[in-house]
Nanobody
């Protein structure tokens, strides 16, 4: 059974940092493109950052210079480091795996597996 499990969300003040983790079981993330998406109340799901199986990364303009994505293949996990958080970053964050080994931020449909999401709230 394939599972992606996000963790690391929570409440943080503006300007603070969080690191989200996405741990996989039932599949080897090395061969997958991984995307981080987020969805705020009343808004569509949007791509934040993604990484292909060969390590190429792509980011949304809204998080450029603030968020980074990384892999730890030994732990079968992917991470989203979020710095300089803003209230506009408040959302449920999801990780997703694409078996094609590529990744995209513009369209969630190619992703084969999704985690359950973790809430990030940025507020003073």
């Amino acid at each position: 059974q394939v599972q992606l499990v996000e963790s690391g969300g929570g409440l943080v003040q503006p300007g603070g940092s969080l690191r989200l983790s996405c741990a996989a079981s039932g599949l080897t993330l090395d061969y997958y493109g991984i995307g981080w998406f987020r969805q705020a109340p009343g808004k569509e799901r949007e791509g934040v950052l993604c990484v292909t199986s060969d390590g190429s990364t792509y980011n949304a303009d809204s998080v450029k210079g603030r968020f980074t994505i990384s892999r730890d293949n030994a732990k079968n996990s992917v991470y989203l480091q979020m710095n300089s958080l803003e209230p506009e970053d408040t959302a449920v964050y999801y990780c997703a795996a694409d078996g094609s080994s590529f990744c995209t931020l513009v369209d969630p449909s190619p992703y084969d597996y999704w985690g359950q999401g973790t809430q990030v709230t940025v507020s003073s």
